[in-house]
């Protein structure tokens, strides 16, 4: 593990959730934070005193990452702050939760705000943190993405046709942003967070996390903690040193669909 005291990490949609899990996890390793969020000003003052805890800085940003202004402006407060830039995580995210066969359920409206914030606010991001990586000579990047990108079942057809933009974006930037700096996505499948909770319901919710834990091959739905610390693995574990523009599936399985009858599974 690299020396890790006094570096940089700059997670948007950090308030809550997986961001929120993510920014603790690397203060515990002694990298200052940014948090930055959009409407939940409580809980990333609350996230960044959790990391202050730690024994690091941190600093709150409000910022709408598909406005290029704020990219811009929250990648200057950290220059600001601390003079420097190693790490990113883009994990901020937007969705309309819309039953696929609604296809009136959304609209060109909904794609677009979608895709500002999943896969313009990444670019942007991206575009405003490469020149101080390279700076320093080296950085590493990841996007937090989504099943929904490799399977194309998610919360609405927008969000998992963002998400697989977002997965081909990242493989596209692998190309441009070495030898300095590698980028990777983190694909997780269904997350224990109240985002999707309070998209669904408490009974939807509740009901379709037991039936998919019950289906996983692995028998267990994620955790914020658990889609953070694969997140962190690939900004600094050793092992990742040489992976850039790869896509990660974190998901106990559930991509690999249902066993077949004629497989041994049960029977239709």
């Known amino acids: 593990m690299p020396e890790l005291t006094g570096k940089v990490a700059i997670i948007t949609g950090s308030a809550t959730g997986v961001g929120a899990a993510a920014a603790i996890l690397l203060a515990e390793r002694g990298i200052n934070v940014v948090i930055n969020y959009t409407r939940s000003h409580d809980e990333a003052e ?127 930037l692998a190309h441009v ?16 967070t109240r985002w999707l909770k309070g998209g669904l319901g408490d009974e939807q919710y509740e009901a379709m996390l037991e039936t998919t834990a019950a289906t996983l091959p692995l028998r267990e739905v994620a955790t914020a903690e658990d889609i953070a610390e694969t997140l962190i693995w690939f900004l600094i574990g050793a092992g990742s040193r040489l992976i850039t523009g790869e896509t990660l599936i974190v998901d106990s399985g559930i991509h690999l669909g249902r066993l077949p009858p004629y497989a041994g599974g049960e029977e239709p």
């Open 46 to 172: 609350a996230t960044a005193a959790t990391c202050r805890e730690k024994g690091v800085e941190a600093i709150t940003v409000r910022a709408d990452v598909s406005e290029d202004a704020d990219c811009k402006r929250m990648v200057q407060e950290a220059i600001d702050k601390w003079g420097r830039i190693d790490y990113l995580i883009n994990n901020a995210a937007r969705t309309k939760f819309n039953p696929f066969p609604n296809l009136d359920g959304v609209d060109k409206d909904d794609f677009l705000n979608i895709y500002a914030v999943n896969v313009v606010g990444a670019y942007q991001m991206v575009r405003a943190v490469e020149p101080h990586m390279r700076k320093l000579g080296r950085g590493a990047i990841v996007n937090d993405s989504s099943i929904g990108g490799v399977t194309g079942i998610a919360s609405s057809i927008p969000y998992a046709a963002s998400k697989a933009a977002l997965n081909l974006m990242t493989k596209s």
């Open 177 to 192: 942003l070495g030898p300095e700096i590698r980028i990777n996505a983190v694909v997780p499948g269904m997350i224990q």
